[in-house]
């Protein structure tokens, strides 16, 4: 009769009231944690549905879970080595290309020296260099490389990359058509992801753009901290060589 009883009045509880003795139960077993350890019979008539249907038990459960909580921090931990590997092996690169770019004693060996350098330490299939200039005088002297080119500041042409000159920090990603072809030009086939470092700080030197046939190598959300210390460098070489 009691049990009826028990039964019947279970059936008469609303939805809210449901809802509010579970949380208090749940803030009990929380606080209890002890609580199935003084209450084995219990523990072993406990039975928690499985999402395949089948019922298995609260030990069992907690096993599953935290055999997935393991193998996620195990797949965290490789992440953090791997990454720490690529870092470092980028750090060592960077101070390499600094030494090399900063110490090249002419204006032709230090862009040899940046050119050689991204290519073959950076995965970076082409390269342009765009400088620029003021007024009608004749521009000085650049080194000899199809890759640089000198612009007047007015050229019509840098239209294209009107976007590209008003951030001050570098750009990576798919661009344009047409800002492909104006910095590329029959190289922009290689040219798939690209990165856009402008060069100048209080007022704009040029640009340095990067290109790679691997569509994932420059992706938008790339950080860009290794770049902004490369425009840093070519801005001290500019700087340098053409004050």
Known sequence: MKKKAKEKEIQKTSPEEAQEREQSIAEYLWTH???????????????????????????????????????????????????????????????QLALGVLTAATPQAAIEVLFSSLQTGFDVDVIALRLFFDGESLPPSLPDHFNVVLV?????????????????????????????????????????????IPLGRDQRRGVLAMGSQE??????????????????MVEQVLHRHWP
Do not use: W
């Open 215 to 232: 569509p994932d190598r420059f992706r938008a959300d790339l950080g860009t901290m290794f770049l902004d210390y490369l425009g840093v």
């Open 152 to 196: 007047s500041r007015h050229a019509p042409e840098l239209e294209v990359l009107a976007s590209v000159l008003k951030s001050s920090q570098p750009i990576c990603g798919r661009l344009t058509g047409e800002q492909r072809d104006y910095l590329f030009g029959e190289e922009v086939e290689r040219a798939v992801s690209c990165a856009l």
């Open 33 to 95: 944690s002890d609580f199935f350890a003084r209450h084995p019979d219990l523990l072993r008539k406990l039975t928690i549905p499985h999402p395949s249907g089948a019922a298995i038990s609260l030990v069992e459960r907690q096993l599953a879970l935290l055999r997935e909580q393991n193998r996620e921090l195990k797949q965290q931990l490789h992440d953090l080595i791997e990454n720490a590997v690529v870092n470092d092996d980028l750090s060592k690169k960077v101070h």
